[in-house]
């Protein structure tokens, strides 16, 4: 559908001091009166242009030669829109898979379109003479040798369209293809996770932007990313970035440059000899001579050159007389106007242009922009009746732009700073005051908190109305609670003695870029381009190219001095003897054996450096009253010493469940056993010496197994401390960011980057008036070793849904298809009989007709 931008809508804004989103009429989240949109992340969404949108996520673009027809690849295939009227004339998807993070071409005659899959194929598409495309060749590019598939990005075409030059991301190479007869011709070695390609206009060199830099040398700190090694720092976080200068000749590197971090997008002005390349993760622009193949010049390209990080920059768009290079600033929703100083290297950003969710292609012609935004209008396009609402329902667009003249980039530019919430970031950097006294979440970082200990327990996959539905308080509805009362006493306990947040949300869709959330407060350009199908990497700690140049919470902690401990955050635990079945592990505990052991399997160095050894990750076959246990031993020997981090995460990821697969705990006895260690942790701590000064904060990492009938990204969230609003309902806005920005106001650190620091603390669940009232868990109602039955057993509707369980992907947190594993969840607590709530499954519901939320200068 189409929709008339708008650029000046009139938005409320309401001074408070407090620094928090206030619940008023009629702003809400999700879609405004004037076509804005509120997102999760608390940012305001006001495209300039014309704004196109279709279903998926779309991550790059390309023009036909006579300029009538846009083809915009996104995460399922090839969208083609006219122009002129502004439609979506065709949606061609992959027959297999989806497609990759970037490359998209046409051919010079305009008669194919060549696209890379998110496998191993470059596919070509062949014109219509009605306009239409079809699928043609499917070319094969080789595997990596360090197994599985290449995964094809960037593409490049010679001038006279018969070569195609494709960026191999796991192969770490070029691929020189032959497109008249679909064979690769020759392989380049390149940088590490080749992206983008260009090649100047006489064929005779490429360059190659490599988001992992150069190959490591002997000695140096590594990582590995999809089967290669990178480079990184002590925080695991990757630290080179690179262009590759290929000699088309000879087949071989003349030069590796280095740049900015993750480096991306490339725009090449052959005339005056400059190569810009998009820094994503260093929110830079790097100028290259492509004389001297030296870097020029460095832009930077936030909305405030006070800012932290944040912006990320991944697509570049250079007008034709090579004067105004326009940058997707994914991170601030807005595309940067720079206009290049080609004599003395000191370009300026004169102003930014709003656009949608997370722009990450951006075309230019001279007189318009092409926008593509990654995420949209996010999780909003309608599905089949049979399936409802769902957060993978992707709502992607696409802005058509005029180029603005001084006095409109002018106007956009102010727009661009409210809505990226530029004020509120700055404001959180503001210094703190000397003589205040201790409060629960101090105004300014620095200052004095009540607290010197934080509890952050990090669970899997619950949205709100699964857990809290019949609370009997609060915006909950019963009819789609799963997990209630008599599954979950002590959330339902914690959430009465303590505060109810009913309007608190996931800033993320699943475990890849939800732990991401919850432990950078960011997601990464990596992360945003995967969804085509996460052939690199789905990252659980273990991909460095997947994170945030600011790194983690606990950085930011032990750089500040601060003590952190973790408990199985990022570990992939194995049970030793390696075939302990749920049952052994759970006699073996429950008797009082303890005779299996587990092996750590923690990605990131620094991470595994403070993680208790014994303390097992994620892994269905483990209880989590076990790991509850093992650290409330820790606990009562941090008594014993009179000392106790400052930090501590505790990672209990139980209530993620294993479906109905025979032989596993049933759905409601693994959401009992996630309970009671949760119940168990808190009483041991609220009992402890500690407790006086001590603040938990309990999240879902994702909401994706689920569904709510405000907003499939709303979630459960609790905060547990003396000073904690008792019985309070608390629906003030937060989200995971908030958790964070909060977690990092108590410790006197710095909020970790845009993201953190723009959202909302949350002072509205404390109270300066303490009770020191500790918590005394509650028994399970549920056994915790009622199992699934074997299939023989079973009748024609639940062995189907045990089937379908015994497919599902449990090696990594949320591999599960969502919408399949929320069925199973719903008919085995509910019934086959049952029918599934399609209205309410998914990312946004019923669309938050209810939710009233203000933006406000002090947030």
């Known amino acids: 559908m189409r929709v008339a931008g708008v650029v000046s809508a009139v938005v409320v804004i309401v001074l408070c001091t407090s620094g928090i989103l206030a619940q008023q009429s009629p702003v809400k989240v999700g879609v405004q009166q004037d076509n804005s949109h509120i997102v999760p992340t608390s940012q305001l969404l006001r495209p300039a242009g014309d704004s196109l949108q279709f279903g998926g996520r779309p991550v790059d673009m390309a023009l036909s030669p006579d300029g009538r027809t846009l083809y915009v690849k996104d995460n399922r295939g090839i969208v083609v829109v006219d122009v002129g009227t502004w439609k979506v004339r065709q949606e061609l998807p992959v027959a297999r898979g989806g497609s990759s993070m970037q490359g998209i071409a046409v051919s010079p005659d305009g008669k194919r379109v060549y696209l890379t899959s998110a496998a191993s194929q470059l596919l070509e598409a062949v014109a219509q003479a009605d306009g239409s495309l079809q699928w043609g060749k499917s070319i094969d590019m080789p595997r990596p040798s ?44 390149v940088g590490v996770a080749p992206f983008a390609v260009k090649v100047s206009a006489d064929g005779r060199r490429a360059y190659v932007s490599n988001w992992g830099g150069r190959h490591p040398r002997q000695g140096e700190k590594t990582a590995e990313t999809s089967g290669t090694p990178a480079l990184v720092d002590s925080r695991g976080v990757a630290v080179s970035g690179t262009v590759s200068v290929v000699d088309l000749q000879t087949k071989k590197v003349v030069a590796e440059i280095e740049v900015g971090l993750q480096p991306g997008g490339l725009a090449l002005d052959e005339a005056r000899g400059r190569l810009y390349v998009a820094n994503a993760n260093s929110d830079t622009v790097s100028v290259i001579d492509t004389g001297s193949l030296q870097v020029v010049e460095t832009i930077s390209v936030r909305p405030d050159p006070s800012l932290p990080f944040g912006s990320m920059p991944d697509a570049l768009a250079l007008t034709p007389d090579g004067n105004t290079l326009f940058v997707a600033n994914g991170g601030n929703n807005a595309v940067a106007v720079v206009r290049i100083d080609h004599r003395r290297n000191r370009s300026r950003v004169e102003g930014f242009i709003p656009t949608g969710w997370y722009p990450g292609a951006v075309l230019a012609d001279g007189k318009r922009l092409f926008v593509a935004n990654i995420k949209g209008l996010g999780s909003r396009r309608p599905q089949p009746e049979q399936k409802g609402w769902n957060v993978y329902s992707f709502l992607g667009t696409v802005n058509r732009v005029s180029v603005p ?33 201790p409060v629960p979440v101090p105004e300014r970082t620095g200052e004095p908190s009540v607290f010197e200990h934080v509890v952050y327990i990090i669970k899997e996959n619950r949205t709100y109305d699964q857990v809290f539905g019949a609370i009997g308080k609060g915006d909950s509805e019963p009819s789609l609670c799963v997990f209630g009362k008599e599954v979950t006493p002590n959330h339902h306990a914690l959430a009465e003695q303590f505060v109810l947040l009913d309007n608190y949300y996931c800033n993320g869709v699943n475990s890849a870029d939800g732990h991401a959330w919850s432990t950078e407060g960011n997601a990464t350009a990596y992360l945003e381009r995967s969804f085509g199908g996460w052939t690199r990497s789905y ?34 635990a194995e049970p030793v003897p390696a075939d302990a079945s749920f049952i052994d592990i759970y006699r ?60 501590v995460i505790i990672y209990l990821p139980q209530d993620h469940t294993s479906g109905t697969q025979p032989g596993m705990p049933t759905p409601r006895a693994h959401v009992a056993d996630n309970d009671l260690a949760l119940g168990r942790i808190v009483e041991g701590i609220s009992k402890s010496r500690f407790w006086q000064k001590t603040c938990i904060f309990v999240i879902e990492d994702d909401p994706q197994d689920g569904f709510d ?20 309902v608390v629906s ?8 964070l920005h909060t977690i990092c106001r108590i410790l006197g650190v710095p ?18 008036k303490p009770d020191f009232t500790p918590y005394t868990a509650l028994p399970n109602r549920i056994p915790l070793d009622e199992l699934n039955p074997p299939l023989n057993t079973l009748n024609r509707q639940q062995r189907y849904w045990a089937e379908a369980s015994l497919r599902l992907p449990l090696d990594k947190p949320d591999r599960a298809e969502e919408d399949l594993l929320n069925r199973i969840l719903w008919h085995a607590v509910k019934g086959v009989d049952t029918p599934y709530p399609v209205e309410f499954a998914g990312a946004h519901g019923k669309g938050l007709s209810a939710r009233g939320l203000v933006l406000e200068e002090g947030g």
């Open 146 to 189: 360090a197994g599985g598939e290449s995964y094809p990005c960037g593409i490049a075409l010679s001038a006279d369209g018969n070569t195609a030059y494709v960026a191999l991301s796991r192969n770490n190479s070029l691929a020189v293809v032959d497109l008249r007869d679909g064979k690769v011709v020759a392989q380049i070695a």
């Open 405 to 437: 003249d001084r006095r409109r980039l002018a106007r956009y530019t102010a727009q661009v700073k409210r809505d990226a919430r530029v004020p509120q970031v700055l404001r959180a950097w503001e210094r703190s005051q000397t003589g205040k006294k």
């Open 539 to 572: 990252p659980f700690g273990d991909d460095p190219l997947s994170y945030s140049s600011t790194g983690f919470l606990w950085d930011h902690v032990l750089a500040a001095g601060l003590s952190f401990r973790n408990y199985g955050e990022m570990d992939y």
């Open 588 to 647: 073996d505990f429950t008797e009082g054996k303890r005779s299996i052991r587990f092996t750590q399997n923690i990605g990131v160095e620094n991470l595994r450096r403070y993680s208790c050894p014994g303390y097992p990750g994620w892994n269905m076959r483990i209880p989590d009253v076990l790991r509850a246990d093992v650290f409330l031993k820790e606990l009562r020997e941090f008594e014993r010493k009179g000392y106790f981090p400052n930090l």
């Open 709 to 728: 009938h405000v907003d499939g990204h709303r979630s459960l969230c609790l905060v547990i401390s003396p000073y904690t609003r008792r019985g309070a």
């Open 732 to 739: 003030e806005f937060y989200n995971q960011s908030s958790v």
């Open 751 to 768: 909020p970790m980057n845009q993201m953190v620091a723009m959202s909302p603390v949350m002072t509205a669940c404390f109270t300066e």
